[in-house]
């Protein structure tokens, strides 16, 4: 499984043990790159609120398939 990472936490997936992240993009852009790419957006909980919604939104609407994986900050109770 490659990923389309998110700057921020989802840039942890690029490095060991995971090695999963092919690329790292701008906060919350990568579920429209997933979306015609890979086919899999790792992206932080900020990043999806940020801008990453609006794409989550386009991507259903267009009937693209994505696997969506959103990463939890930790400290938020």
């Not at 499984?1 to 992240?21: E, I, K, Q």
């Not at 906060?27 to 957006?41: E, F, K, N, P």
């Not at 932080?44 to 994505?66: C, K, M, P, Q």
């Amino acid at each position: 499984m490659r990923a389309a990472c998110d700057a921020g936490c989802a840039v942890l997936a690029m490095n060991p043990p995971y090695r999963v992240g092919v690329a790292t993009y701008g906060l919350g852009s990568s579920v429209a790159v997933a979306a015609t790419g890979t086919g899999v957006a790792l992206t932080g909980d900020y990043a999806l609120l940020h801008s990453g919604l609006n794409a989550l939104i386009d991507v259903y609407e267009r009937g693209l398939l994505l696997l969506c994986i959103v990463l939890r900050t930790t400290g938020w109770g």
